[in-house]
């Protein structure tokens, strides 16, 4: 654990560095995300409710066919699962609305890594960093109400109505049944580059084999705050828990620079392999704990799109494992 977290930090001081040029500055995302959403000093600023797994993924023909990664090789890979409610708060309630997330580390031949993060929204919650910042800053407290300003909210939400897209979609959509049981999308546009050279763009999203299952109000609340950790300890030793890699291939003319448009519906969809959790962490420890799960570490045969928001994610990552792990990490 002490080589990780040094490894860590070293990433995490080369990414501050690529970060600084940028208008707005990692350190200043992340200390916006903390007066907004609280503290919880040793948890990831995002996501910090969270469970370590384990697993396998097997690439099939059309993923082979669509990148030289060696993760479509058709072997058996090892990846690395983080499992989490979104937010900050480490007690977060199972039983609400809201974000779920999926994030992965691919562990490749050759020391190669292939890290990933996804939601169960097919969109992002804003598009650009600045735009991310400005929707933070507008929802925090003030000192004196203990609330956000109405006003303010309103008025950013106004000026950039993206914002909003995402928290629509979670109020359209049941309290999901399991961790297990949800689409995890992408969201960001990648390019998928094969032997020959030639590239094609898509958004991926990982569904579920068994289907996708929702709870009614009353279920929900039957559940209470906190079952999804032991849910999915259930079904993954029933060996119930496995995903459909699915790539959404974007047509000439597609949108692939925003994270909150997604592809039109009706794109072509090819199946790049299968993930299977095969084990989940006994604790709140885990292989997963110092990862941070940077959608830009990226294999050979597999390229980022132009999309700012996909860039700018990096370096707020860094900074707040650096903190957590000054902090003492916890899971």
Not at 58 to 84: H, T
């Amino acid at each position: 654990m002490r080589h990780i977290a040094l490894s860590a930090l070293a990433a995490a001081a080369s990414l501050i560095s690529l970060g600084a040029a940028a208008q707005v500055s990692p350190v200043q995302l992340v200390d916006a995300f903390e007066a907004t959403n609280g503290k919880f000093e040793g948890y990831r600023r995002s996501g910090a409710k969270g469970i370590c797994a384990t697993g396998e993924f097997v690439g099939s023909a059309d993923g082979r066919a669509l990148s030289s990664s060696s993760a479509f090789s058709g072997q058996p890979v090892p990846v690395i699962v983080r499992f989490s409610v979104g937010g900050a708060n480490p007690k977060a309630a199972d039983n609400g609305k809201g974000q779920r997330n999926l994030a992965l580390q691919f562990n490749l031949p050759g020391g190669e890594t292939w890290q990933m993060g996804n939601i169960n929204a097919p969109i992002f919650g804003a598009s650009s960093p600045e735009q991310m910042l400005g929707r933070v800053e507008s929802l925090r407290p003030d000192p004196a109400t203990k609330a956000a300003d109405p006003a303010k909210v309103k008025a950013f939400a106004d000026a950039n109505p993206e914002v909003l897209l995402q928290g629509r979609y979670f109020a359209s959509q049941p309290v999901p049944a399991s961790y297990a049981s949800i689409n995890y999308w992408g969201v960001h546009a990648f390019g998928f580059v094969n032997a020959k050279g030639e590239r094609q763009f898509g958004k991926w999203v990982f569904e579920p084999v068994g289907g996708v299952q929702g709870l009614s109000d009353d279920e929900a609340k039957a559940k209470g705050a906190s079952f999804l950790f032991d849910d999915l300890r259930a079904r993954v030793a029933a060996g119930q828990v496995a995903f459909r890699f699915n790539l959404e291939l974007a047509q000439p003319g597609d949108r692939l620079d925003s994270a909150t448009v997604p592809l039109p519906e009706g794109r072509r969809k090819v199946t790049l392999g299968q993930l299977k959790v095969t084990s989940v962490a006994a604790d709140a420890g885990g292989d997963c704990l110092a990862i941070t799960f940077n959608p830009m570490v990226l294999p050979k045969g597999v390229e980022p799109s132009a999309d700012p928001m996909l860039a700018a994610r990096a370096a707020p990552y860094a900074v707040s494992l650096g903190r957590r792990l000054g902090e003492g990490a916890k899971q």
